[in-house]
């Protein structure tokens, strides 16, 4: 089991953003809303970033398992989001695997990808999403 957290602070012209797995933390650069508060990047932009990441990692992975070497993954991932308080619909994505085999196997080893993503699942299985009362305090 993998323990994961991610933090974003932000003030007028500040905005950081880190994301930790278990004791390996890394910083992203995501600069803040030109026009004021808040994040330059949307929570629908990072889903979609999370799907496309989650499954580009796991074609590696996947394809590690199998003695398939990969060159390259491209990953893109589209959606819509309504108005306030809707969930995001029509999410897809398509991917494109730069590998030594057959296109059978690649297609093999993107299908069976599909169905082990982690992120993917959260999403289609759905997850609790619990608010806490977190400490108020001055940043």
Do not use: W
Request: net charge negative; hydrophobic share 35%; glycine share 8%.
């Amino acid at each position: 089991m993998m323990k994961i957290s991610a933090k974003v602070a932000n003030r007028r012209g500040e905005h950081s953003a880190r994301v930790q797995t278990g004791e390996n933390e890394r910083t992203l650069a995501i600069a803040p809303k030109q026009e004021g508060l808040g994040s330059s990047v949307n929570g629908g932009e990072l889903l979609f970033l999370a799907l496309a990441t989650c499954f580009c990692n796991d074609i590696y992975r996947e394809a590690a398992k199998r003695g398939m070497e990969i060159r390259g993954v491209q990953v893109e991932v589209t959606g819509e989001f309504g108005g306030e308080r809707e969930p995001a619909r029509e999410i897809r994505y398509c991917a494109s695997v730069d590998a030594s085999a057959s296109r059978e196997a690649v297609l093999d080893l993107m299908r069976h990808t599909d169905s082990v993503a982690e992120i993917h699942n959260t999403i289609r299985r759905g997850s609790a999403v619990i608010f806490s009362d977190c400490e108020v305090r001055e940043l």
